[in-house]
């Protein structure tokens, strides 16, 4: 199964193609937040040798994040989908980031921090080894001030941004290669309409007021 690999959560961008029994990504493709989405696509393919009716399943990191970047992966994602019917599967851009901490040698506690404005962060904290990871707390949002107070006792800090808080901690950023290695292997998958970012705040809708009627 070809896999392309849609990482858009963060201020790097980047896309991958791998497939079962590649030890890496066959190729990755890196840019900026307003690096053109379909140009790095056409480039990954372009240099794995594929054309798009040869994808399989297409992996997307769902944050949390930035959220114009992960509404467009999920775009492409839904759109190509419907035109081809290929696979789709969402991945936890905070297990991205575990995975990657643990390709990059980092090992022990290690909290994953991400940006989720409003002075507030998201966190989710692993236990990682030489083997592999394992989650201790789940992804959660917490207060800026809190965190500042007891990152003593958080291990290693690690995020996209994290310097910005902490600035001890390593900047990581997900990348699309560790997000089609997680991909890999796994089989639940989801139709388009049932993907959607992670956004732990509660969705609040604010009722339109009826029109004013303007005196003629």
């Known amino acids: 199964m070809k896999i392309l690999a849609l990482e ?3 201020p790097q961008r980047s896309v991958a193609v791998t497939a079962p029994g590649a030890p890496a990504a066959e190729v990755v493709e890196t840019g900026s937040s307003s690096t053109r989405a379909l140009g790095m696509i056409d480039t990954a393919l372009h240099q794995a040798q594929l ?4 994808i399989d399943c297409l992996a997307i990191g769902l944050g949390p994040g930035s959220y114009n970047g992960i509404r467009t992966a999920i775009a492409l994602a839904q759109g190509w989908q419907l035109a081809r ?7 936890s851009s905070a297990e991205c980031l575990a995975a990657q901490a643990h390709g990059e040698g980092i090992t022990g ?3 994953v921090v991400i940006d989720a404005q409003r002075n507030e962060l998201y966190l989710a904290n692993y236990e990682i080894s030489a083997t592999g990871w394992r989650e201790i707390k789940p992804l959660r949002l917490a207060i ?8 003593k006792n958080r291990g290693t800090l690690v995020g996209p941004e994290v310097t910005k808080w902490f600035p001890s901690g390593r900047v990581i950023f997900p990348r699309a290669e560790t997000l089609a290695r997680l991909a890999l292997g796994r089989t639940d998958f ?10 732990l705040r509660e969705t609040k809708f604010l009722k339109a007021p009826p029109p004013r009627v303007v005196p003629s």
């Open 8 to 10: 858009f959560s963060s």
């Open 51 to 54: 054309e798009r009716e040869q």
């Open 85 to 91: 019917g290929v696979k789709l599967l969402g991945l």
């Open 109 to 111: 506690p290690v909290t």
């Open 144 to 151: 800026l001030a809190e965190v500042q107070e007891d990152q």
């Open 190 to 199: 989801s139709p388009g309409e049932k993907i959607e970012p992670i956004y």
